[in-house]
C-alpha cells in the first residue's frame, strides 16, 4: 500500500511564508504526475499546483502564480510547496496527490489558516 503524508501546515499571518512537504512510501520517478490541491471550508477541492515528473513541467492556477513554488524535494520521494505572501484566502486544507501507472494515492492532508 502506497501512502502519501502531508506536512508544514499551520497558523499564519497575512504575508507570511509557509514550505509543505510532500513524503511518499515509493520514489517518485519520471512516469508520475503530482498536483498539490486544497479545500476550504464548504468549498470543492481544487487543483492549485502541478508537476509532470519526467518533463519537469510546472502549472499553477492564477491565484496562486508567483507566490506558490512546487519542487522535488531532497530525496526522490519527497515534493514540496513553497508558499510566500499568504493571504487569507489561502486558509484550507492542502492535499498532496501522486500518480504512479498502478495508484493514484491522496494524502489526508495538511492545514494552513491565513489569519491576523
Known amino acids: 500500500q502506497v501512502q502519501v503524508v502531508e506536512s508544514g501546515g499551520g497558523l499564519v499571518q497575512p504575508g507570511g511564508s509557509l514550505r509543505l512537504s510532500c513524503v511518499a512510501s515509493r520514489s517518485i520517478s519520471s512516469s508520475n504526475h503530482m498536483g498539490w490541491y486544497r479545500q476550504a471550508v464548504g468549498k470543492q477541492r481544487e487543483l492549485i499546483a502541478e508537476?509532470?515528473?519526467?518533463?519537469?513541467?510546472?502549472d499553477y492556477v492564477d491565484p496562486v502564480k508567483g507566490r506558490f513554488t512546487i519542487s522535488r524535494g531532497s530525496a526522490n520521494n519527497i515534493v514540496t510547496l513553497q508558499i510566500h505572501s499568504l493571504k487569507p484566502e489561502d486558509t484550507a486544507r492542502y492535499y498532496c496527490?501522486?500518480?504512479?501507472?498502478?495508484?493514484?494515492?491522496w494524502g489526508q492532508g495538511t492545514q494552513v489558516t491565513v489569519s491576523s
Open positions: 508537476f509532470i515528473w519526467g518533463s519537469g513541467m510546472k
Open positions: 496527490n501522486v500518480i504512479w501507472p498502478d495508484i493514484n494515492a
